[in-house]
């Protein structure tokens, strides 16, 4: 088998992990919404039992904070949003929050955001989100390299065809 066939071979199975990575930053998100309806019914019954009632617009229970995954241009973004509602024309609305430098999000403000049942989870997720970040950077670079190995040897290379022809 040469090396082109080789490159070849391993970059179809690379191909193949695209959908891995997205199905894992998509689970990512729908777990942390998941957790976070649990903590909140949760804080719902601490707040019944301590004689609170549970009222129609409970501004302490309203968690602004959403945890969001998308495949765009080719890219894997999962990110932060503020999710509020206007309150002239009630629509919903939606604010992005910035990013660090290094590709994270800084914690601390992402924690000033949160409410005080969701903070230990807004942690958790954040770190894991980094971690598939990370993961989908480390795709991106293996995939950019293998169409240059594979652009190089495309031809199978000046060595390939002088070793085809010293053979023959």
């Known amino acids: 088998m040469t090396l082109a066939r080789q490159i070849l071979e391993v970059s179809e199975s690379v191909n193949a992990w695209d959908e891995a990575l997205i199905r894992q930053a998509e689970t990512l998100v729908k777990n942390f919404r998941q957790e976070r309806i649990a903590r909140q019914a949760e804080w719902f019954r601490e707040a019944a039992s301590r004689g609170r009632p549970r009222g129609r617009h409970n501004i302490e229970a309203w968690c602004p904070l959403n945890l969001f995954a998308r495949l765009h241009n080719g890219s894997l973004q999962i990110y932060w949003q503020l999710v509020y509602r206007d309150r002239t024309t009630k629509s919903v609305g939606y604010k992005h929050l910035a990013k660090k430098k290094t590709g994270g999000y800084d914690l601390r ?43 190089a040897n495309g031809a199978e290379g000046a060595l390939m065809k002088r070793l085809r022809r010293m053979n023959q």
């Open 109 to 151: 403000r992402l924690l000033a955001h949160a409410k005080s049942f969701e903070r230990d989870l807004v942690a958790e997720y954040e770190e894991d989100a980094q971690i598939q970040r990370l993961r989908w950077a480390q795709f991106i670079r293996l995939r950019r390299d293998l169409v240059q190995m594979a652009d």
